[in-house]
């Protein structure tokens, strides 16, 4: 007699979140950082829109987010800490379009990138 196939896993269920929550914006900076960290470039970037933030509750949370990444003004340290929150609004300025998913497992102080694809916007 053959063993019987296992059943398959059930789809996770994932739930809109507010991009204010404090675990979605731990996590969003989380994944700038990473972003900025593997371009090597010495522009700044932040997020200036989130399209849609969604969360999964799998052992922790793992956050899907789809956000808008701009590339502020090059700064040295002394600038940054002025200007951490100016964009460029010029035309070279760059503008991503980026799907961010962290797995954050906050009582033990943890988050892992899953995935960072960014593409960039024509404006």
Not at 54 to 60: C, D, E, F, S, T
Not at 92 to 102: N, S
Request: glycine residues 2%; negative net charge.
């Amino acid at each position: 007699m053959a063993a019987a196939d296992p059943a398959p896993a059930a789809p996770v269920a994932t739930e809109d979140v507010d991009p204010n929550d404090p675990e979605v914006q731990a996590c969003a900076s989380f994944a700038l950082e990473s972003f900025s960290h593997f371009r090597q470039d010495p522009h700044l970037y932040s997020i200036t829109k989130f399209y849609s933030v969604k969360r999964a509750n799998i052992g922790g949370g793992q956050y899907d987010m789809d956000v808008e990444v701009t590339k502020a003004q090059p700064t040295t340290e002394e600038q940054a800490e002025r200007d951490s929150s100016h964009t460029l609004t010029s035309p070279e300025a760059q503008v991503f379009r980026c799907q961010f998913v962290v797995l954050s497992v906050p009582w033990k102080n943890q988050r892992v990138l899953i995935q960072s694809t960014c593409t960039p916007v024509q404006q």
